[in-house]
């Protein structure tokens, strides 16, 4: 472990004071860097309590203060997509119509084991970040697809909350099972909401069918004294008012140069909402070492409050292991 966790600090930053020290924020790391930095093989059986600790082994060793875990295997299930590079959203829909809806099997949350975030071994000073299974959007778009969701909006819209509904209250009560426990400090609420240009929806239908939910989960982590967290790709130039006024949520997560540098949100929001990672993907995957480091030490001189480090998204494969050290090299010394 290269520093002792202290997720204080996430909590300072939440609250957009200054953190004792600099801090790392990730949402998640890959497979053959998680086994890198835990020293040893990944345990076979996902949510488990030795997979948990795996995770909470290779977060602490890289000198977070918190680690990523979902709370359980509760999904909700959809047909296969085909395994490429890239996923349509508009494969592996299960729902057409109100039949198939009602044919549907709606999974329970309360059937799912969650004690595995509860037996957790954290060191001293760390907690868990808990996300979901996909976020609200995200998985009606997968029950539906992404196509037949836009022309269901219009051709029959009470089928369309009704999804919204099925989906919105399991995941509240996923959510109620996870912030019980003592060991989670944190709700990651991960949901994808725009593309480059625009959201995915409409600012009013994300109004209307999508952000109610979000404000519901947020309530709940905050009625339990935790903060929240949003996770959410594209431009959000017509709705960050909304995250930050109505759905109340703590910090906002992921950001791209080529939609609006996180440089540039942080001067713009910085000052209403926690701003966390943002160094570009694309920027950490291409760019030297060097240019890595320069960016983030003068992030790090920007966001002086509300701010931690991180990447734009998340670190997959294929960044460079020298580059993802050259950035957190930077909080770390």
């Not at 299960?94 to 009602?102: K, L, N, Q």
């Amino acid at each position: 472990m290269t520093r002792q966790p202290d997720f204080g600090n996430i909590l300072k930053i939440l609250r957009r004071e200054a953190p004792s020290r600099h801090t790392l924020f990730e949402f998640f790391l890959n497979d053959p860097l998680y086994k890198r930095l835990a020293g040893m093989k990944m345990p076979e059986e996902a949510y488990s309590l030795d997979r948990n600790n795996f995770y909470v082994r290779a977060f602490a060793n890289a000198g977070y203060d918190y680690a990523t875990i979902q709370g359980s295997a509760f999904h909700f299930p959809t047909e296969n997509r085909r395994g490429m590079k890239t996923v349509s959203l508009n494969e592996g829909f299960v729902m057409t119509d109100r039949e198939s809806f009602d044919a549907y099997e709606w999974p329970d949350p309360d059937a799912f084991d969650y004690s595995g975030i509860g037996r957790v071994d954290l060191p001293d000073g760390m907690k868990l970040m808990v996300c979901g299974p996909c976020g609200v959007l995200e998985n009606v778009t997968a029950l539906l697809g992404y196509e037949n969701l836009c022309v269901m909006l219009y051709e029959d819209p009470q089928l369309v909350h009704d999804v919204f509904a099925e989906v919105g209250l399991r995941l509240l009560r996923y959510y109620e099972n996870c912030v019980k426990y003592d060991t989670v400090g944190l709700l990651m609420v991960n949901d994808d909401w725009g593309f480059k240009t625009q959201t995915m929806l409409s600012p009013a239908q994300m109004r209307e069918y999508v952000f109610p939910w979000h404000r519901k989960i947020v309530e709940l982590a905050h009625n339990a004294g935790k903060p929240a967290v949003l996770h959410s790709c594209g431009f959000f130039g017509d709705i960050m008012d909304d995250v930050i006024d109505v759905l109340k949520f703590d910090g906002k997560h992921s950001y791209e140069d080529n939609i609006l540098p996180v440089e540039d949100a942080y001067r713009q929001w910085g000052d209403r909402i926690a701003i966390l990672g943002g160094i570009d993907l694309n920027f950490v995957v291409s760019e030297t070492p060097e240019k890595i480091r320069h960016r983030c030490k003068a992030m790090l001189a920007i966001g002086k409050t509300g701010y931690a480090l991180g990447t734009g998204n998340s670190v997959p494969e294929y960044v460079p292991v020298e580059n993802y050290f050259a950035m957190t090299g930077t909080v770390l010394g």
